[in-house]
């Protein structure tokens, strides 16, 4: 008899006990058996995620959702329910998001309880459902609307860290179909996953495990078998050869701010300038615009190499003269640009460079407004400087390598990397590479290894490479196909040598729809959301899980 592949045994016992051998008259948890399920779901949820490098416990996302979507879970009473998603979502983002502790307690715990309130609505959404449609129907719709919320989630509050989705972001072999789709396709995909065999263990419960073990194996399959194929042809129709190849040299100081720029110095004056197109530095070095300081003027004469670079800028308040907006930006700086800046009074009229467009909660974006900032002086002393962002920024940046080959690469200013249309506007607008400008060393090795797999989806997305830097964390350059071509996770002073090979490819569906597929799920949930029946169906009460005898 043929021994079952380790990890589906481990999920099909793992699902089993999720549902405690329910059968189809379930009716309800007695006693506090729900918080069993609760931490089983946050546990498989938070560690789902990239977290740790070598460590992949993905498949954990597959059946995350599975106690949750259990019948006897669905047959609490709404609010009950309701109160069990939430804790589910907070819980989950702690195991998923500790780092946040690590650099501020009070921002962290705001931080996971805030994505916690994220997480919890579609299942909200989805017992609400219950109550108007069918199991089978409110488990078909429940991608819909986790992919919508998800998608509205990332685009109209201050934080967003991961999707559902990024869990799989290490996995190149299955997430190759992100490039029609972006990052929600594959949150839908997990989703309906999740779904799909929530009805089928309901659904079969009272068959032995054999058989069970069958519908489930058919049913991953019928899931696996679709993107694995897409991507082993997207894989081999994508070219490989590059049309021109730029020699970078990745900076890692291995500290921020003052102690940063002494070590990006020390490293700039130790490069071999004729083996080196561009140095790439990364952000949290320039709390200010350093153009008219003597030292980096005459280092970046004397280096006489561009400088892709993260600095602050600042302009008076139109509104009130007395007051200063800052933003951070990114620039290549070389011989030629800063002449340029230095003979006029304002840089945004005089050098393109990029605008960051998403801010960080607390440290960059301010939330307190600004009519309670300008009242009270010792208010605005005490929190950080108010920021500025722009929805759309400049176009890519111009750079000609050593070949004369001109070329158009787009930043992403750290956290900018977890949200996809950013990328996506980027190549969009011309970009031929993308560059992550990071600052990783307040928040530890987890957050750092997490962002850099998110990287990795961006890459796939746009199919364009990304080159990643840090001021200590995470270095590396990414291909057009999600995988590291050169990657350095031991956080040391030092510069790294990468090439960048630029792949002539054409714009991907998802660069040429940006997020169409989470614009479609919110069309069905409206729909879904106006035709659901007010009555419990027939369906229903055959399952006699909704109406059954429920614990108050």
Known sequence: MKKKPPLMACIVSVSISCFGGCSGDSSGINSWRWLGYLLLAALLYGLSFPSWEGVELFPLAWICLLPLLSPPMVALPFWRYSGIALLFGVLGSLIAGHWT??????????????????????????????NRCSYAMALLLLPFVWTAWEWIAANNQPFFWGALGATQANQTWLVQFVDLTGVWGLSFWLVALNAALAYALYRYAALEKRLLWQRFSLILTLFLLPPILYG??????????????????????????????????????????TKVDMAVWPESIFESMPFHDKTFNENIQRWNIPVMMVFIATQSNMHRPDFVDAYGAAIIMDNTVLGRILKGPVLSLLEPHYRKQRLVPHSELQLVPDSILWRWSALREALPSRMLHTTKSSRPLRFISRTGQEHRLSPLICYEAVFPHLAAQAVRDGAEALFVLANDIHFGGTEAWQAASFARLRAIETRRPVVRTSTSGVVGVIDAFGKWQMMDNRRVFGAFSASLGLIATPPTIYVQWIDLLPKVCCAVVLLAGVTCRRKVSAANKSFNFINGTRVD
């Open 101 to 130: 502790l690590g650099h501020s307690f009070g921002f962290g715990i705001l931080a996971i309880i805030w994505h916690g309130l994220i997480v919890a609505p579609p299942l909200w959404f989805f017992r609400w459902l219950l």
């Open 232 to 273: 082993q042809w997207r894989i081999h129709t994508l070219p490989w050869q590059p049309t021109d190849t730029v020699q970078l040299s990745l900076l890692q100081p291995n500290a921020s701010e003052k102690a940063g720029q002494t070590a990006l110095a020390t490293l700039m004056d130790n490069l071999d300038k």
